[in-house]
């Protein structure tokens, strides 16, 4: 069995950048539940529907659909060698819900792995954060262009970079109340388990915090 982590930070820490790139080193899938939730949006399915104002308001998806979300997909076969989670859990209920259904499977978090900035380097970051229309590629305007402008630079594609809806300042402001009130609690919850670490990415570009978890990850004797 592989690496089951758990990715924590505020929105726009770039945990979802290290998420990607973690899941690419160890070979496992990157599951991120608001990519799943913008998924069902997009294709406007009952989910969809049901999630879309929690979305619009940078408000949380109540835990029940969230959690039945998660557990569906980690039945999938492809999270049998571990998974990188990435935007759950982001309650102390979603954390504890997650610990018992791993338990009843047999199994349980490896690590979970804290991605900390700074608030006032969060809002600068969120307001310059575009992501591709076709591939999901993020970037930033400011600390990592696109090579092609406004267009995706990833081999093979060429999508329009597009801002998310949730990105407006107000929204940015609501999602990190929201977080220091609702998810940072379970910073606290895995540091009791004694599988917290924390990587500090004030200032640090996606290379630079990628090494530093590139260590973690080492010492866990799986990269
Ligand atoms: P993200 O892409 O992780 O920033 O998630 C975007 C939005 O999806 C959040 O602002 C929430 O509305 C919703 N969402 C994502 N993950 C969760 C979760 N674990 N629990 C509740 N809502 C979530």
Known sequence: MGLRIVMLGAPGAGKGTQAVRIAQRLQVPHISTGDIFRAHLKEGTEIGREVQQYLDAGRLVPDE???TIVADRLQDPDCRNGYVLDGFPRSLPQAEALTKLLEERGGRIDMAININ??????????????????????????????????????PGCHGMLERRTDDAEDTIRERLRVYHETTEPIIGYYDNQGILRTVPAAQTGPDG????????????GAA
């Open 117 to 154: 900035v700074p608030d006032e380097e969060i809002v600068e970051r969120l307001t310059a954060r575009r992501s591709c229309s076709e591939c999901g590629k993020i970037f930033n305007m400011k600390f990592s262009p696109s090579a092609n402008g406004d267009r995706c630079d990833a």
């Open 209 to 220: 915090v990628f090494k530093k978890v590139e260590e973690l990850l080492e010492s866990a």
């Open 65 to 67: 659909l969230t959690c």
